[in-house]
């Protein structure tokens, strides 16, 4: 007998667990439509080429490879077990596989766009909700399968792009009564000019990675990495002096502005922090810093990047990011469309609202009304009452058999039902049903004609 598992790093979700993550999916959603996102969905595998070589030496590695069929052929089996051996060397064989599970929505985004942009309306805002995969280490906000939501505006290089996506950050974590949250931002264009400061602009990827762990290492093991990438002492100094950058947004301005002196690319993304930084403040307070330290060790990213805090009080890593690629599509054949978007970490939400106890009460509210059964003639007078209630928008259910009261009891209790509807012999006779709200314990008898006007809460 095989003793039921889960594959390391996924999880089931039951009834409750999945009433609030509709809570946080549908807020999400609700938001995005508000802000003209419209809705698309991709496969859950692309095509290895398509996300090879696209999130960096260390996102390739968490990508989940499928096996192709007939692997199993006697006659190819000699190179079939030659080819799987370089598999499990890292190196990638059409003849064991071509397929991999999606790593991210941003990159299917692209090969969609890419491979439709002559019909698609520009800007493309769309949004995506849907599951990834990563071959991650399994912790505390980390799976190995989790849900993204992400929001994209394809084919603008306006900033005012990065204003609405930065005011949806906001306006989805007020809604959920986070708060406490943080939105900080970064410019990559800063990492390009500490790269020109380190070397040259081709140091760029190897100063975001490390420096993008700095939270969970330390300093000492950023300047260890960059010292093995081969940045010399006084290199590291200069990437040290920039982690180091600390005060207010103006403080923190002004000591880029000194740090950078004339360097162009590095005056390009002060200048549009400003811009965001400025633009935000006019707008309404936002909970807004600048982060010199903030990476997003994605190659893709160009120009402002994003990332969100939870409230202090919980542990636990972002809760959503993003940021600007301005030729994400080129690495298919199709260049100089620009985008910017936004990802929320549903799961990691989820834990912290489930932390601070932030989910509605009436959420559990799935079944409204429940009928008890009380014989063949009772129930089927129940059944018909049930159905027009139900035409009504009012959630019910007839419990399946004829047994005892308390049994029926139990059974609403178990599913937070509030209400239930009692017709027995006695009320088949005066047309008439019993209704009693559990909370309070309170019963009313009202006529069958007036069922249908009783208010049983939200519909």
């Known amino acids: 007998m095989t003793k039921p598992t889960l594959p390391q790093g996924t999880r089931d979700f039951g009834p409750e667990v999945v009433r609030k993550r509709n809570y946080i999916l549908n807020t999400i959603k609700n938001v995005f439509e508000l802000y003209g996102f419209q809705p698309l969905e991709t496969p859950a595998m692309e095509n290895l080429d398509t996300l090879m070589g696209k999130y960096g030496e260390e996102g390739d590695k968490l990508i989940f490879k499928i096996l192709n069929n007939g692997l199993d052929?006697?006659?190819?089996?000699?190179?079939?077990?030659?080819?799987?051996?370089?598999?499990?060397?890292?190196?990638?064989?059409?003849?064991?596989?071509?397929?991999?599970?999606?790593?991210?929505?941003?990159?299917?985004?692209?090969?969609?766009?890419?491979?439709?942009?002559?019909?698609?309306?520009?800007?493309f805002?769309?949004?995506?909700?849907?599951?990834?995969?990563?071959?991650?280490?399994?912790?505390?906000?980390?799976?190995?399968?989790?849900?993204?939501?992400?929001?994209?505006?394809?084919?603008?290089n306006s900033l005012l792009n990065e204003l609405e996506l930065a005011n949806i950050y906001a306006e989805v974590f007020t809604r959920l009564g986070l708060k406490g949250f943080e939105i900080k931002i970064n410019h990559r264009k800063l990492v390009t000019a500490l790269a020109e400061l380190c070397g040259g602009a081709e140091k760029m990827n190897d100063i975001a990675i490390a420096i993008d762990k700095l939270d969970k290492v330390g300093l000492e093991k950023v300047k260890e990495e960059l010292s093995g990438k081969g940045l010399d002492s006084k290199r590291i100094s200069i990437v040290e002096s920039y982690l180091n950058i600390s005060g207010g947004n103006e403080d923190k301005i002004s000591a880029l502005k000194k740090l950078f002196g004339d360097n162009e690319t590095a005056h390009k993304g002060i200048e549009e922090l400003e811009w965001l930084k400025d633009s935000?403040?006019?707008?309404?307070?936002?909970?807004?810093?600048?982060?010199?330290?903030?990476?997003?060790?994605?190659?893709?990213?160009?120009?402002?990047?994003?990332?969100?805090?939870?409230?202090a009080a919980v542990k636990m890593g972002s809760i959503g990011g993003g940021g600007r690629y301005d030729d994400l599509t080129g690495l298919f054949g199709v260049p100089n469309i620009p985008g910017v978007g936004i990802s929320f970490g549903v799961d990691r939400i989820y834990d912290v609202m489930e932390e601070l106890n932030l989910f509605p009460a009436n959420l559990q509210f799935s079944t409204q009304v429940l009928f008890f059964n009380l014989g063949e003639k009772e129930s089927k007078k129940a059944f018909e009452l049930m159905q027009q209630l139900r035409h009504n928008g009012i959630r019910c259910e007839l419990y399946h058999e004829a047994v005892k009261f308390d049994k029926q009891f139990k059974y609403a209790e178990n599913k937070n039902i509030p209400f239930v509807v009692i017709i027995g012999e006695k009320e088949m006779q005066s047309q008439t049903c019993n209704i009693k709200t559990l909370a309070t314990g309170k019963q009313e008898i009202i006529p069958f004609s007036a069922l249908l006007n009783y208010n049983f809460g939200e519909k």
């Open 280 to 311: 935000l403040l006019t707008a309404h307070y936002l909970p807004l810093t600048i982060d010199p330290t903030l990476a997003r060790g994605l190659n893709y990213y160009t120009g402002i990047i994003f990332e969100v805090k939870p409230p």
């Open 125 to 156: 805002k769309r949004y995506q909700i849907q599951p990834v995969w990563r071959a991650d280490r399994p912790q505390k906000g980390r799976y190995r399968e989790f849900y993204q939501c992400d929001a994209d505006v394809v084919g603008s």
């Open 73 to 123: 052929n006697k006659e190819k089996e000699k190179q079939i077990k030659e080819d799987f051996e370089k598999v499990l060397q890292g190196k990638n064989v059409k003849g064991i596989t071509e397929r991999a599970l999606k790593y991210d929505l941003t990159i299917p985004l692209a090969r969609f766009v890419a491979m439709n942009h002559n019909t698609l309306t520009f800007p």
